[in-house]
């Protein structure tokens, strides 16, 4: 079996694999994530390591290299006198995610940083235009966007990134794409009934009518997280409070 067969029969959930002695609930986990669900516990740190391995063989196969540049992040970051840093956004459809990241982008802006609003509705216009929103479309979606936050931060970068992202397993594979210290995970709550409110769109509306199926929050569930580094509610504090909150975290963070 080839690498990328091997790869394949991870990621369906339809074979068991053991692959260079790692067992089998190794890569259940990981399907079982793909799928919407949540991997076990015990399994998290092993599948990692599953997905690491099976990704370097395969780029070992086909010589992909990782190409570096004479200018470094650090480089980067010394010429603008600031760090680097991936804020992820996360939270229910209408929850305020991409109006707090645009509030803490303009905010930082004018303090002389260097940022960029990463948003889910306008990578799906472009990079992710081909992905629907099945469990598996939306844990590639995240993939992908964590990949380029993490371009973003190596370009020396304040990324803010605003994605519903519901899936714990998800959420914890892109913080695993970063050094400590350069990711910040805001879960930003708020109410059902309050986001239902804030719907100009009517997409909970639509949801709940069944004309749109896997909608986070109807029918399909959002993980909140457990171990947030910022949590705001924006159904009940101001607006101006939780972008302080954000930009606060951020300025400190880069001390």
């Known amino acids: ?4 067969s091997l790869l394949a029969a991870v990621y369906s959930g339809r074979r068991e694999v053991s692959i260079d002695g790692c067992h089998e609930v190794q890569n259940i986990a990981v399907a079982a994530a793909l ?11 092993a599948v990692q390591f599953t997905d690491r391995k099976l990704m370097d063989k395969l780029h070992a196969e086909h010589n992909v290299e ?5 200018v470094s992040r650090r480089d980067r970051e010394s010429r603008q006198a600031h760090g680097a840093l991936a804020v992820w956004l996360t939270g229910l459809p209408g929850a305020g995610k991409s109006t707090l990241a645009i509030e803490a982008e303009r905010c930082l802006h004018q303090a002389g940083k260097r940022t960029y609003v990463l948003d889910g509705d306008n990578l799906r216009h472009g990079l992710c235009r081909d992905l629907g929103f099945s ?7 995240i993939r992908r966007a964590g990949e380029v936050a993490r371009l973003f931060v190596d370009a020396g970068v304040i990324v ?11 959420r914890a594979k892109v913080r695993a794409l970063f050094d400590a210290g350069d990711f910040i995970e805001v879960y930003c709550d708020c109410d059902p009934r309050i986001c239902e409110i804030r719907d100009v769109k009517g997409l909970y ?5 069944g004309l749109i199926s896997e909608f986070t929050g109807i029918s399909s569930p959002y993980e909140p997280p457990r171990h947030p580094d910022v949590y705001v509610n924006t159904g009940k504090e101001s607006l101006d409070a939780c972008v302080d909150r954000i930009v606060r975290r951020v300025l400190h963070s880069l001390r």
Not at 1 to 4: R, Y
């Open 35 to 45: 799928d919407g669900g949540q991997a076990p516990p015990s399994a998290h740190g």
């Open 205 to 209: 509306r639509r949801a709940r009518a």
């Open 66 to 70: 990782w190409q570096t540049t004479s």
């Open 160 to 170: 803010l990134s605003a994605f519903i992202s519901p899936f714990r397993f998800d």
């Open 135 to 141: 469990a598996d479309d939306r844990a590639e979606n």
């Open 1 to 4: 079996m080839t690498s990328m």
